[in-house]
Structure formats: C-alpha cells, structure tokens
C-alpha cells in the first residue's frame, strides 16, 4: 500500500519507518533477561531471515541487507549497522532465505542468486564459481533449468530455502529443485555435491506450497489429491512408517530375500549366500564428509578411498570396480570366495538383525569385536567402549553424521559416495570419528533390544504385495538406477496432475486447507515425524497430519513444527530444551503443542534449539510465545564459547532451565503490531507496525476474529454436529424430514466453516505482507458474492430446520448424546448464552450470522482510514454496504423463521400439517377475522394465510393454495358501498377480499405486494400497492376445464394470463412453446402433437393467431406427409407444398399450388412421381378440375379439361415422335368421340376414335396424305396449335402473391395503407433480429441495412432509383423480408414446375409466359411500395448526375427508361435459369445439332484459309499476333491466332444469365474487333454490314459457342422491348443472322 500514490500520508515511507520495525534478540525465556535490539533503517523491512550465525534483511525498494559473522568475506557485521549487498541493486528482490552458513535471494522475475559457503555445493554451481570454491562471497545467479522439456527451459522460482548444507527452490509450477548435499535433497542420486539444481522427482505432478529446511532434513506443504486420486496405501502401520514393536525372537527368524522387497529408508538389500540355508546382508560404513572449516576435523573416511585419493579416482566415485566387484574387497576378509561389504544403515548396523549376527558361526563378524577391529583397522584408532550418558554429544560440521548417514537405493551401488569426491586437498584426511562408531553401536543395541524398528517390512511377504505397497509409497524408492527410475508408478500420471490441480483451489483464488506434510532427510531425532529415527532419502507423506489442515511448516535444527488453520501447534523431534512446547522427551510423531486456553497462533517458526509463536490473546494485539531454553542455563563464559566455537550440535545439548509450556514474551506489548516471526541459530526477530490511523490494528482485528470464529466453527463442528450426525438414532428421532434438513444444515455448515477457514489462513497470509499487499485484494471484498451464498445456503439451511421443529427433537438427541458432559457444550456457547434447552441450540447454530456485522464494521474502520476520492475508499464502503445489508437481510429472516415456528407450534393439526413445508414463512394470517370473502355466507368460515410462496384460503377442511407467482393484487377502489375489498387475479379464477378496516386493507395489501414482489426476485421492500409486476413470467399447473385442463405452462403472464413467450405442456404429451398473447397461442410456435394411431407425433412450426394454427408455417404429419405453406384457422388455406410418399407410402408425389379450407382448390402442380406424371392445371375439392396441362416420363404432352379428377372433353395429345391427337376425352389418356390424328410424316386420320392411348385405338374415318404441292391446311393447324388449353400464365400463381400482399397487411393486390405495409417488413425484420441469435454475421449486416428504408413518397430521381435499386436487391436476398420470401417462392415452384418430368420442350411458351407474368406481378407490388416508380415502360425525367449510368436500364437522350424487366429480371431470372435455358436447348435441339456439325467441321481449317472461304476482304486479316507480349508473324497455317480478344469476349456470353447481360457480352464483343480492325484501317473508318457480317461470322466460329440457338431464342423472348430498335438490337440481330447462316452452311 505504502507504493500508491493515493495511499493515506501516514503510509508514505518515513524516517525512521511505522511500518516493517525489526526487533531481534537471543533465544532466552523470562522476558527481563531479555536483550532486544531494535534495528533503525530508513526503510522498511519486508523480510528478515536468520542462519546459525548470521541474518539478512529485505527492505522496500529491494534492498538486501546481511548482518552477523559473515564467514565467507571474514567478517562480522554488527546489528546495528548492517551491510548492504551491493551487486543485488537493481534486480529486483522479492525475498531472501539463510542456511547454516549461505545466503540465498529471489528476484521478481524468479531468478535464484546465492553467495557464503558452498562446501557441499549448497550454493550451487553459480556462473562465477567453479566446483573447487569452498566459498561464494558475493551473490551469484543459479540457474535452474528443466532439461526434460524440448528444448531446456529455465525455471521461474518463487520461493526459496536453506538448510546447513542443501537448498530447495519453489518453482511457479509449483514443483520443488534441490541442490547441495545430503539425504535431505530428496534426488534419485549417490553423487554428491548436486551442484546444479534438480527436480525432485518424487514430488513431481503434485501442488507443493511451501518448503522449509532443517539442518539436515526437509519439510513440504503439498496440497492433498482428489480422494479418486490418492494413492491407497497398505492398511499395515509397519508399512507407513510406524511399525509396532516386535519381539527379538520374531526378529531374529531366517529368511529368504525376495526381489520384491522395499525399505522405507531407502536401502537396498543384498544379501551374500554364506552357508547352505543362511543369507547374510552386506554392510560397510560409509560418512560423507565436506570441508567445512580450516583446520583438523574428525571425520569418517569414506569406504574404500585412502586419504588422499585423487579427486577422480575410482575409489572415490563408486565403492564397485568396473567388473562389477566391490572396490572395498581388499580391506575385507575373504570367506568362501565371496566379497562381503558392510553396509550401515542410518549410522549404524542394518537395523533389520538376522541369526547370523549371533547364532551362525560361520559368520563373517560372529560378534561385534571383531566389527570394531575392522573399524579399527580402516580408521588407524582404537575404539572406546563407553556406556552413553545420554544423546547430548556433538559432532564436527560435516554434511552427514554417522548417525543420520543415508544409503543410495540403486542396485549398482550399496555406499552413498563421499560428498569431496571433487574435492582434493587437506580436507579429505580427517580422521574417523570414534564416538560416532561407538554410538553407532550402541543405538544397534537398543534396537535388538526391542526399541524403535527401522520400519522394515515383512520379508516373508509376496513379490507382488511388496510390489504394490513399493509403489504406494511415495516415500520409497524402487529398484533401478536413478535414470531409469524417473518414470516410476510413484510418480503422478498427467491425469492426475490435472485433477489434483483441479482441486486445489478450483480457481477461487482462496488457499487451500487440503494439505499434506511431507518430509525427508535424517531423522535421528524423529524430526521426519514418521514415528522411528531413521532418515529418509525421498519425501515421505507424514499419515498424521493429513487431514489437519496444515497451513505452514517450520524447521528447526533438529525438530519440526505445523501450523494448522484452526490455529493448533503439532511439534516433533528433538525436545532436549523444551522446543515443541510439550513434554521434554523427544517425539517422532507430530504431537499437540501446550497452548492455554484462548490462544490462537497463526504463525511459527523454529530455530536450533527454541521456538517462537505469534497469537492472538485477549486484546487484537498479537503476542508472543517462546519454546525453548532460557537464559539462565548458560553462564556467561559457556555463552561465549558457544559463539567462537564454529561447530554445531548433532543431537542439541539437554538445557537445564526450560518450560514445558509456551512461555508468554511480555515486551512483545511494545514492539507493535507483530506480523511476522523468524528464529534462527540462537536468535529470535520479529516483524512490526505501528498502529497509524487505526488501519494495521483494523487488519489484525479482523483477521482475529476470523481466525476465532473459525476455531469456533471446529468445535461446532467435531463436538456437536459430527457426532449427533452419525449418531444411530438421529434418523428416528428426527424423523425423515427433518433428518433430511439435518443433513442439509451441517453440509452448510461444512462449507461455511470451510470459507472462513480458507479466508482467516488468507488473512493471515495478508498479515504476513501487509506492505506489499492492497487493501482491495482482501477476499471479503474480491468474493463478496462466495460470502454471500454461502451465508445465504446456510441461514436458509438453518431456518428450514428451525420452522420443521427439528430443535425440539435435536435437543433430546443432543441430551442423550451429551450425557453428563454438558460442559462441552459450554465451551462453544457465545457470551451472554446459557445452556438451557433447545433455545441455547438455535442461538449457537445462528450466532455465525453476527459475524456479517463485524465485517461490516471493520470495513468501516478500514475505509476511515482513506480518503472519500480513493479507490480504495470506494472499494471498502461498497462492501461495508453490502455486509451489512445482507447482515440485515438475514436476521430477518431468522425472525421470519421464528415467527413461523411458533405459527405451526400454536396451530398444529393433520389439516394444517400439509402446508407446512420447509421453505415456507407465514407472513400474516386472519384468523382474527380481519379479513373476509366477498358476499360470503353468514356462516361461512373463511381463514386466509399468506405465506411468503403462496396464498392459502382454507374454509373448514379445505385448502386452496395460490401461488404467489401467479397472483395479482388490486385494490378496490372505495365506493359508496364503504367496503374495503382487494381484488385477487388468479389464472383461472378471481375473487375479492374484503378487510374489516382500512388498516386491515393497508396492511394485507402492503403485505401482499411485498410477498408478490419477493417472489419475483425483488427486494420485497417498500412496494407500493398495485405497483408489483403485470407482466411476469412463472410456472403455473392449470387444474380447470378448458383448453389448458391439467398442462403446466412456464413462461410470461400479463394480469393473470399467459401473454409473451412461453412453453406449455400437457399430460397427453402434446407441447407448445412460443408467443401466447391473452392466454391463447399467437405469433410464431412450435407445437408436437402425439398421434397414438402411427405411435408418432405431428408437429408444427409457424404461425398462430387466437389460438388456431393461422398464418406461414410447416406441418410435419405422423403418416411422413409434409406441408410447407399457408394456414386459415386451423386449416391448409393460400399457397402451400404438401410432399408424401417418404415414409410407408405406395406413392410418393408433391403438390405445390392453392388450398381453400383445406382442400386442393386453384391452380396447382402435381408431381406424381411414382406414375412419372406431372399435372399442371386447376383443382376443385381435391380433384382436377379445369384447363390443365400434362406430362409424361416418356415424352407425352396432353392438354385439355379435367372434370372431376379425368381427362373428360377436348383436349390435344403430343408424343415425342410429334405425333398429335386432337379430340374428346372421356378418361384419362382415353380417347371416346371425334378427331384428327395428325403423324409425324404429315399424313391425317380424321373420323372416329375410341380406346386408350397406350394400348391402341379403334378409328373410323378417313386417311389422307397431302400431295406434294397441296397447300397449308391452316383450319387443321390450328387444332395442333400449343396453348389453347392452357390456364393464362397471369392467373397460374395468385396464390403466392396473394401471401406476400398479406404479409405487407394489404386484403387483395394493392388494396391497403403504404405505412402499414412499411411497419410490417420493419416488424418482421426486427423480430428476425431477436428470435435468430445465429444469425451469421453477413445476414446480420443484411438485416441492419434493410432498416434503412429509401424515401418511398417523393418523386423518384436517378439518384434515388439506384438507392431503390440496391434496397430491392438486398430485400430479395434476404428471405425474412416479404420480397425476399417471394423470390424464393417464385423459383420453388417454377422448379417444381419445370425440373424433372416438367423438362418437356413443348412447355417452353408456357414457362417464358409464366416469367413474364412474374414480372408484372411483381412490379405491381413495387410500385405499390414505392408509388414514385412510373408505369412499366416510362422514364425518369432527370438526367443522371453522373455520366455512369446503371446497365440494367436504357438511357435515351438523357432519360431513363423503367421497366419491369430491367429492375427485376436481373434479381430473377439467375435463380430461373436453368430450368429455362434446359427448355431452351430442348426446344433447339435439332437446329442445335446441325449448327454444332458445321462449327465443328468449319473449325478444321486454318484463320486465312477460314477468312478467305467466308469472304473477309484481305485488308481485314490480321498480319501480326501477339505471344505473351512477343509479336510473331501469322502464316497460312497458323490457327486460332486472329481476333482472339474478341473471341474470347463472345464465349462469355454462357457466363450471363440476363438477356442485358448478354447483350452487353455482344456489344464488347463488337467493340474488340473493332480494336482489332482499327490499326488496319483509315481513322475515319465505319462498318458496313457487307464487311461486318463476314468477320463477326469468323468470330462467331472461333468461339465454338454450344446451344448457341438457345441462348438467341432466350435473348429475343425475354430481351427489354426498349434496346430492342437501337444499337443492342442491331448487333443482337447480326449474332442471330451469323446463327442461322452457319445453320444453312451449304450457302456460304
């Protein structure tokens, strides 16, 4: 906070500073032999940390300061004048850690840098040191870098510790690096020092939180995994590190080695076979040793290297030679051939005695003498056999002591190595230290004695038993080298990664409690916690703290502390000065530190031989407890031995004077506001602020009272709610019910204890920085709404159990439970509570609801301390605000609860038992007769209640229940009648209540509204009367007779009926969801109806109106039939497609065409695929009836009249041989009466026919065949003349128009108001919008830009006509728009019409008439819309602004000219096309097969010879081509090289769709060869047709054109009749003579 420039004044950094005061003393006890020293900086300090000797200080501005013996430069630095390191300037520092005797910092972008003493390469290998420095004197980065990844990756670290000899690194990734030396790095490795930082790989995949170095052991917070996730482990207590005691004779059983065998040490078991039945394990001491100090040590020679064995020597890497024999044979008797090493296992011999120790005689050490001979012999010394006084001795400095020494796991070695293996010198002759071989010995003794066993397991077990526990354990190693262990079951799957960090904090941002202690290293004083003394190469999981809620550890020299969230102390390991705060024995298992009643700690820490706490007591002021030794146990000479001695302890020195308790620090009172604490070596130091303006002892306010509501909560919680739960009888004590709510109630306060758990470890955590934190990061203020659901849940949880009575029952429960240990329940009352029933038990459980306040309160306390314009004012008041409006909030809904309990209690009874639910309140009730029903009987009896989800009218033994959901008040007004009624709206009925005064009627109505608005999701606060919502949306069941009988319906309401979007379900299965508007369906729904005949639904989707299937929409029947069109009141009415025949069908077919009331009526086309007929023409009741068209597969043409569903009266039949029939019809294709028959060589049939046409005709009448000369019969071609019986196009689909005039709102064809017309496409538009949310993003843009209308009741100007032009173009692209759904109508039924059977070239006229027709009708309702538009034909006056003018309209001396086929044949005629032009080709195809001979045969010859054959003058051929730029001479043979521009250009001409497009094709044509001729010619020059023709025929050739006859036929039927005389219709007239020429190619 101090760094925000908008930070109060008083947190601005000042001299000397209020924030970050250090105070540092000697461990010691009574408080006035205290010698406190106060370190004065000018900054604040952020850190302190403390080694054996030495401290270093992290200030604001990352500075990094280092105080004390600084052994590594030689000097010694005074407290009160502490050094600056001077290289760490600049780079940004965020905290510092100190060893032994090595310095450690961390910068903000995660690099490591490390600087002191580096003899067991605890410093790393730093960039400016090499492996021989023995010492880093200035800070050094360390590199840690991940070479499992591709490529290598550097590691960000975030946090760091220091032992004596290893350092560990947290990275962001939350995994842990070690380095250094020692079983306490946790590394699958026998060489030592680890000089460059390594993963540890067993710890890999999981969460670890903190690290925390010992002397020579380790401590991890790791976060727990997911239950599914954790790794079962052996139910056996051998297996999990606390093996019961056993006898020695069980000990003592011979047995047979099984590969299969584990040891949680970390020792592999070789075995040598000595005699027939006997197996005896293989052991040889081993130390290693590091130079520490200069001068003599006492050291133990690692086996099998001499004194001065050369750093790379053989001897001093591994104890086996190359051959795979040991390298220690030499110095070891020999017995039958075989090798015997000796193998000792954490400082003494294997821990694990077999019979050849004292029965076998043939052992190699038959008893312990000759072992010490060996020694003796190896070491040059004689062994002192001394009875131990007690574990008080010391050892030299080394990395490892011969008592916590570790054994490698790996099979190709049985010796850790020596950690100077690379290091030659001096420092590698010390001597062998005989005490630790003597206490080696003894502590074996003990061990056979029956004391602490190593943790072996069962020999006898099962390979694959002992397999699986090896994997179970994370803590143990496997078989193998250390490169092929890496991927071994104990290590976490990536599965298992990400459900473990799925788990940690599930992205909440708040710590999380489910942790787990790991520890690893020596444990020759039980500080590994695992219940024995031995050491641990791996991290192993401490089983008893698991579960604890273990939110920090701390590691002393030789002992261990955990800090749990409910502010409990679990000590272990050494307690010779009383460090662990209970007993003065040591413990190897974590036990329970003394604190005295009201003393919550929330931070440790553990120094050599003492320990300091930080709690809270009785005032929010923290204080201090000191664990250990105090002053009076040293004299003043052994106090300044104690400090020149550079040695230290092994095992601590017992202290005479020590308490067995915490011992209470009075001064601590005026050091400040403590919020930190760090022990180190022999020294304490704490971290202070001073109280400004209130806001540090507002901080810690709070978080005190956090941290006692939560140990509250525990208690609560294992005391009384735990164990009522699982009490047997609480089921049929309670009953089910309320055993239900129970349940409920203590899962909410499960998770409610969790949340402040998690938030008073947060605040604690924030307390430990408070410099660097802000104040708006507190978790009451970034998860304000995880507090409020929570508190929320749980008051409602509660209240449910209250109004059910369920404290009345838990009371006696609670009595049976608690027996006489009444007191228990004491320790959790509050102040001002006593125990006295089933009250004192809703007042505890509802006390966690005061805490609301208090937040409030210290919010406000803390917002006080800012300025009104800060954010952080603004942050603080708000959530002030919110805390105690919720605190509001909930108290009353505890009165409302209690309110309802007593209700229930005073009117209990079965009649009433059925209203009583758990989440119902009462709110008011008259059974006072306040409040009566309208005109009610005089001796009715009529009982309102209102509860707070329903209004209940119960007369005698009746009920009527109404939701509140679907209830509307209304007051009457007052009339001369004097009653004062409030009228209820229900869905199906309503009545009026009428009050006795009119503060009854003020009172009800008030209460009424304010439950309505409640309910509805409003504050239920001040809502004026008849103000509560009309329009709401709820669920409501109908119950009544009608349409709605028994169907539950979710959605909107308006004054008591269904209106707006809704979904409405009945028991039957049918379903509705869409608009309802004034309790009926209207507008767009979706509807199923079950069919329980076919056992499939139908269903529905479009239109209602009133109710009724009315309007555009789509049926989907049972039976597989489709319909796709217009409906009339439930009903098939106007244009529709009815498709069948895709499911169980005989036939399938289609109808497209008009319906009336349901049936066939109009114009239609049906497809009847199955027969391969299409019938065109009128219909009448379902039933062809009228002028009609039909077709067949096979080529037919028939048209004529249908009466009821036949061919009945004349007609004219076509075959595709062009044979026709024109006569009476008395059936379908059955001919009865006169006619002419008409064959494909000209010959006539004129009489009598009778039959039907596929299977013969019976004919009486005359055969004539024409002559020759005989003239045209033109009476007898008209009766073969197409057309006659055809329906007019202009009547054929009415239909169609008719629904897209009533979508613009008009009754008929231009009868209605232009703005309604403009309203309903805006409507239909913006309904789109809303109802479609997956719209994509250019139909999106298209819909925005049809909301801009162009102005449609001024003239219109060539400006504005492109405007209209470009509006109808996006209109007809967009299918929501009226004209957009209109063309897309148009080509389905021109396709239905046209496509299939319909490709019939006798349909050609038809189908161009019908696009004709499409136009007129169309240019109708254009200029309906916009009247300006003039008449099909006429000009737009105003001469364009520009002198670009559009293409697909003719200008004329400066005037446009409008037409139907100019504006809209561009916007139709693409989407028609193919149907048409197929039409086309059909109808040419002979013509088209002899132009396409000659083409094809023309093309053989070359250009010139091609030019000279069709008459070109030679002044037009070309002498020149060009080739990719390069001009090349044509020659008589060259091909294809004249006119190839304009060539190209002409072949376009099957790109374009519209006859103006195809005509602007020829035109460019035209002007290409023009180009072409023009550096021919004079400049002057004109074409004459004699010259023209001939070229544009060359052209013509070239450019190879197919159904180049259709494409003329399309362009003359459908052209605009304005070009038609002008210059497009002149070249368009050459184009069709170059056609017919080459058709008539014999004349050229």
Known sequence: MENREDSPAYEQVPTPPERGLLHIWKSAGPSEELCLERVLLSRPVLQVTLGEHHGLLLTQGSQVYSFGELLWRDLSIPLSAPVLEESLLGKSVVRVAAGGFHCGALSEQGNVYMWGENTAGQCGLTEKGTVTNTTVSEPCPVSVVDSEVVPPAVVRVMDLACGREHSLALSSQNELWAWGSGCQLGLVTNNFPVWRPQKVEHLAGRHVIQVACGAYHSLALVRSLLPQNTTQRPPEKKERGQSPHSSVTEREESFA?????????????????????????????????????????????????????????????????????????????????????LTQTDGRPVSHPLSCWGANKNSAFPDEMELQNLLQKLSGHSLEMQPVSGPGDTDSLSS?????????????????????????????????????????????????????????????????????????????????????????????????????????????????????????????????????????????????????????????SHHSLALSAQCKVYSWGSNMCGQLGHGNSPVTVPQQAKLSDGLRVWDVSAGQSHSLLLADGDCVQPILLYCGQHQDSLSGQSKRSHQSQRSCQRSPSRAEIYSVRPTLLPLCMEMGYISSVRCGGQSCAVLADQNVMGFISAIHELASRERHFYCWLSNTRKLLLTPLRNREGVCPTLGEPCTHLFFSLCESFVRLSIMIGRHATSLSYFLHDVQGRDVTSLLLLTHTDDFQDIYKEYCSALGNFQVMGGFQSLHKLSLEFLGSQRSMLAQLCVPNQAVSGDADLVSLLYWPLEQLHQYSRVLLKLAACYDVLTEEYQYLHQGCGQYESLSLSLLRRKKEAETTFVFWKSHSGKNTEVLRLPQRRVVCESSNRSLTLQKAGRFSNHWFILFNDALVHTQFSTHHVYPLTCLWVKPVTEDTSGLYAIKITCPEESFTLVASTPQEKNKWLRSLNQAVDQVLGGGGQGSSPGVTAISRTASYTFTGEGRFKDAHYTGGWLAGRVHGRGTMKWPDGRTYTGNFKNGLEDGYGESVMPDKVLNKPDSYQGQWRDGKIHGFGKYKYASGEVYEGCFYEGQRHGYGMLSSGKQARTSSSVFIGQWIQDRKTGYGVYDDITRGEKYMGMWLDDQRNGSAVVVTQYGVYFEGTFKENKMIGPGLLLSDDDTAFHGDFSDDWTVNGKGVLSLANGDCLEGLFSGEWSTGLKVTGTYTKPAADEPENKERNSLFRLGQYLVPSAQRWGCVFTECWSRLGCDAAGRGERSTAWENIAVTITTAQRHSPNLSRSQSKALESLEFIPPQGEAVTTANFDNIRRYFIKACETPIHPLGWLVETLVTVYRMTYVGVGSNRRLLRQAVQEVQAYLTHFYCLVRFLFPGLPEDGGIIPDPPASPTKSRHNSNIEGIVVVSCSSLLLPLLLPRLYPPLFTLYSLQEEQEEAQYWERILRLNKQPDQSLLSFLGVQEKFWPVWMSILGEKKQIVSSSKDACFVSAVETLQQISTTFTPSDKLMVIQKTFEELTQEVKPMLDGDFLWCMDDLLPLFLYVVLRARIRNLGAEVNLIEDLMDPNVQHGEMGLMFTTLKACYIQIQHESTL
Do not use: F
């Open 257 to 341: 080695v099984d590969d299969a065998h584990y040891c949680p040490l970390g020792v592999e078991l070789t075995e040598v076979l000595i005699g027939e039945h006997c197996l005896l394990p293989l052991s040889a001491l081993h130390s290693q040793t590091t130079p520490r100090r200069k001068g003599p040590r006492r050291r133990l020679h690692p086996v099998g290297r001499s004194a001065g064995s050369s750093p790379g020597s053989g001897a001093g890497s591994c104890p086996y030679s190359g051959d795979g024999k040991s390298s220690t044979t030499q110095m070891l008797p020999q017995l039958d051939g075989h090798a015997d090493n």
């Open 400 to 556: 490892q002591t011969s008592d916590d020494s570790c054994v490698s796991s790996t099979p190709s070695t049985d010796l850790l190595i020596s950690s100077n293996s690379g290091v030659s010198g001096p420092y590698s002759s010390s001597p062998v230290c005989l005490e630790e071989v003597r206490l080696c010995l003894e502590a074996e003794k003990k061990a056979l004695q029956g004391q602490k066993s190593s943790s072996l397991t069962n020999i006898h077990q099962k390979g694959k038993t002992a397999g699986n526990r090896r994997r179970s354990l994370p803590g143990t190693p496997t078989h193998g080298s250390p490169r092929r262990r890496r991927p071994c079951a104990c290590r976490p799957s990536s599965a298992s990664r990400t459900q473990a960090a799925a788990s940690e904090e599930a992205g909440d941002g708040l710590p999380s409690m489910e942790t787990e202690v790991w520890s690893w290293g020596r444990g020759s004083e039980g500080q590994l916690g695992h219940g024995d003394q031995l050491a641990r190469l791996q991290p192993l999981c401490i089983k008893s703290l698991t579960g604890e809620e273990v939110i920090k550890v701390a590691a002393g």
